[in-house]
């Protein structure tokens, strides 16, 4: 199993968007701190201004972060790789055996120049090439306790 999840992304996205509003908040905190000590009006002004430009800023950068961030894997690619199926090759014909979820009546199952496309319920759909089944046919289909398995010949 991949270290790397498309989880982790979501949760750094979500405290990135916590964290923009305490960075604002700080700015707002030194904008108020400045213009208490500061002599002159206008010098409290200039430093004001110079903070906000500053916080607007932060903020842009904040927010280009977020914009940037992607996961490494989608949930759905990430449940491609965990699929595990077996392939076995026999003499003019192959078993194809997977897990696939579902009743029976929501299986699909079609072979087309060399690609199985296997569907099941709750979105669940994979492709696999099967080299050297060009001309072969899904001649036997079972489905039983979330099992498929099909032989090709």
Request: net charge positive; glycine share 8%.
């Amino acid at each position: 199993m991949s270290k790397f999840s498309s989880t982790s992304s979501y949760t750094d996205q979500k405290s990135l968007n916590f964290v923009i509003p305490i960075v604002v908040l700080l700015f707002i905190g030194i904008i108020y701190m400045i213009s208490q000590r500061a002599d002159g009006n206008f010098v409290a002004f200039i430093l004001i201004g110079i903070a906000a430009v500053t916080t607007i800023y932060w903020v842009s950068v904040f927010k280009k972060m977020l914009k940037n961030i992607k996961p490494k894997y989608t949930a759905r690619e990430a449940e491609a790789k965990n699929w595990v199926y077996d392939l076995i090759k026999g003499e003019n014909q192959f078993v194809f055996v997977a897990e696939v979820p579902g009743p029976d009546d929501k299986i699909m199952v079609r072979l087309i120049d060399g690609m199985l496309y296997v569907r099941g319920s709750g979105g669940f759909s994979k492709e696999i090439q099967i080299e050297g089944s060009n001309q072969m046919k899904i001649a036997d289909f079972k489905y039983r306790n979330g099992v498929l398995t099909l032989r090709i010949s």
